[in-house]
């Protein structure tokens, strides 16, 4: 039985790198690393979408933080270009890429720049029920009065809302998987490389 640790080893002798074009014509499957799928024994992913912050967790040793050690691991075998990702959450649709192929590292970076840096626009804002508007306006205060705890006065409410404000509570890493009618009816095709992101409030 072959090493899962040296199996998902950084480094480039895994043979070629995916193209998109590759990956359709030849119509393989790809095998997602255990920590993406959160089914690693060793490594659970503590990634939140609002910070960028990424950490982990091992059940055999809960009285302490684990350093995310594995960024630079592939995120699939065989290695791809490009990933794509969706989420019940959101609107949005994530495309991770690296001609070198795509790492854990990858997907956490690109994620967080979708996520906590890109600003949900006034037309996508508006096409939200008056209801979920007022839970993301909350969300967001609370995280900007968060973020400003120091300071005596509370900060104003927001006018402009991060991605991530949309998530509301759901803002941590859970883990990715293959949903291929959810991929048909949000992009019009399902394919090897599209996943669908699982977002937790923990």
Not at 28 to 52: C, D, K
Request: proline share 6%.
């Amino acid at each position: 039985m072959a090493d899962t640790i040296g199996k998902w080893a950084p480094g480039s002798c895994y043979g070629p790198v995916l193209t998109q074009t590759d990956l359709y014509l030849i119509g393989t499957e790809l095998e997602l690393n255990p920590i993406l799928a959160n089914t690693s024994e060793s490594f659970q992913l503590i990634f939140n979408l609002s910070t960028g912050q990424t950490g982990g967790y091992n059940h055999e040793a809960r009285d302490r933080d684990t350093p995310f050690t594995a960024k630079e691991e592939p995120a699939t075998m065989p290695r791809v270009e490009e990933l794509i990702i969706i989420t019940e959450h959101s609107p949005w649709c994530t495309i991770v890429k690296n001609p070198a192929g795509v790492t854990l590292g990858d997907i956490c970076g690109t994620l967080f720049k979708e996520y906590g840096e890109k600003m949900v626009t006034e037309k996508e804002f508006d096409s939200l029920p008056t209801r979920l508007q007022e839970q993301v306006r909350r969300y967001a205060a609370s995280s900007a009065n968060q973020s400003w705890q120091q300071y005596y006065s509370p900060q104003p409410t927001p006018t402009q809302f991060r991605r991530v404000d949309w998530l509301r509570e759901r803002v941590f890493f859970d883990k990715l998987i293959r949903k291929d009618g959810y991929s048909k009816a949000r992009l019009g095709y399902c394919a090897p490389n599209i996943f669908v992101l699982s977002l937790s409030n923990y």
